[in-house]
């Protein structure tokens, strides 16, 4: 069983900076694509950062520039962060990691259970 767990959420200025990190367990494979997503109240889950299936990382305009996704260490480990800079109101939101992997010949995507972060002075 292959489980998500996020931490690193919290409260913040406006302004300030929060680093996420997503650490997979029970998984003896490489996840591929990881991912970042936020959901935000009363409005849809969306993409925040991603890496992409051609091996590139793929951000939405909003946090271009501000957040930044990187594995910590080598690719095959399953641990994703993602540091986010000049935090916005807007950028309040429960955000979730995402990771994939193949399971015969099927793509089956994993989510963690969220970490909050609030932009609010």
């Known amino acids: 069983q292959v489980h998500l767990v996020e931490s690193g959420g919290g409260l913040v200025q406006p302004g300030g900076s929060l680093r996420l990190s997503c650490a997979a367990s029970g998984s003896d494979i490489s996840l591929y694509p990881m991912g970042w997503y936020r959901q935000a109240p009363g409005k849809q889950r969306e993409l925040v950062a991603t890496?992409?299936?051609?091996?590139?990382?793929?951000?939405i305009d909003a946090v271009k520039g501000r957040f930044t996704l990187s594995r910590d260490g080598a690719k095959n480990t399953n641990t994703l962060s993602m540091q986010m800079n000049n935090l916005r109101p807007e950028d309040t939101a429960v955000y979730y990691c995402k990771g994939s992997r193949w399971e015969s010949g099927t793509q089956i995507h994993y989510w963690g259970q969220g970490t909050q972060v609030t932009v609010s002075s």
């Open positions: 890496e992409t299936n051609d091996g590139f990382i793929k951000y």
